[in-house]
């Protein structure tokens, strides 16, 4: 998973780097909600036993191990070796090693040699890759004729009121960063179907969904994003822990006078797209 937040500069998102520095806490904290969506995504894309499928931007494998307890076959790439390391014990763990072929590399230059498949998956993935464009045009090429693609991306955060708040409590915590709020990536139907069409695909459906992100309280949302969300581990790692714990406190603070005492179901909307390469 991966989630559409605020960035830093010229997208550190679009590295291996910010990806390997929350491996283990995404992991934890918010594979198991991408995973209702993978699900959403798995049943747009009906597969008969023993289909393969490429999951681009696997991450930890949220949606190859859902996949390969179906009986798909699977092949997993991630530009983070840390995911992928994530992955594969999860892979090993579950027993599902035989049935998932993971590997690290570049979504935006697949391997020359893959082609064929029934489906291709990217997982809130592909919306924080450099070129987008290119990465569309890899998952068509490597595409059977007649075959699906579906992918998600996140609706705007500001349309999102916990998550907002969040983020201003950042930049008010921490004004001399400089963080500026930042357009969601493929964050609307229009620009969905847009993106799916100019890859070349056709009967192109952007469908919406949104399920709960479920919060004890305030001062935990801000510590699994503080956590495990990469665009902030970024800004923790570049600002030192010294100065980290300051914004900390002041940002809960804020947080804490503006929002109901109490659990938080945070309600986060999503985008999936699904094209079928032409015959």
């Known amino acids: ?51 393969r499928v490429l999951d681009v931007a696997a991450g930890p494998g949220t949606l190859s191990l859902l996949a ?23 892979a090993a763990h579950a027993g599902l090693s035989h049935r998932i072929d993971a590997r ?11 082609a064929d498949f029934d489906a291709v998956f990217s997982i809130f993935g592909l919306i924080f890759f450099a070129d987008r464009a290119r990465g569309l045009s ?5 595409l059977a004729p007649g ?5 998600t991306s996140w609706a705007p955060f500001e349309a ?19 963080i500026p709020p930042a357009p969601a990536p493929l964050g609307s139907v229009d620009e969905m179907r847009e993106a799916l069409l100019s890859a070349g695909f056709e009967d192109v459906r952007v469908h919406t969904r949104a399920h709960d992100l479920q919060f004890s309280s305030v001062s935990e949302l801000w510590s699994v994003f503080a956590r495990s969300a990469a665009p902030i581990a970024l800004v923790r790692e570049r600002v030192g ?24 179901a945070v309600l986060m909307p999503a985008y999936l797209g699904v094209g079928i390469r032409p015959a």
């Open 160 to 178: 999102v009121p916990a998550l907002r708040m969040l983020f201003a409590a950042l930049r008010h915590a921490a004004p001399e960063l400089g």
């Open 1 to 51: 998973m991966t989630m559409s937040l605020p960035r830093l500069a010229t997208s550190p998102l679009a590295l291996p780097h910010a990806w390997d520095l929350v491996a283990t806490d995404y992991t934890r904290d918010f594979s198991p909600h991408c995973a209702d969506y993978a699900v959403d995504a798995l049943e747009l894309a009906p597969l008969a036993h023993g289909a």
């Open 138 to 142: 890899e998952m068509y090429r490597v």
């Open 147 to 151: 075959g699906r693609v579906i992918i």
């Open 104 to 114: 690290t590399g570049d979504g935006q230059a697949l391997p020359r040699g893959m």
């Open 241 to 264: 822990e010294k100065r980290w714990l300051e914004i900390s406190s002041e940002a809960v603070a804020e947080l804490e006078a503006l929002s109901v005492k109490g659990p938080l």
């Open 68 to 90: 390969a307890k179906q009986g798909l076959s699977v092949t997993a790439l991630d530009f983070s070796r840390d995911m992928i390391a994530q992955l594969e014990a999860r």
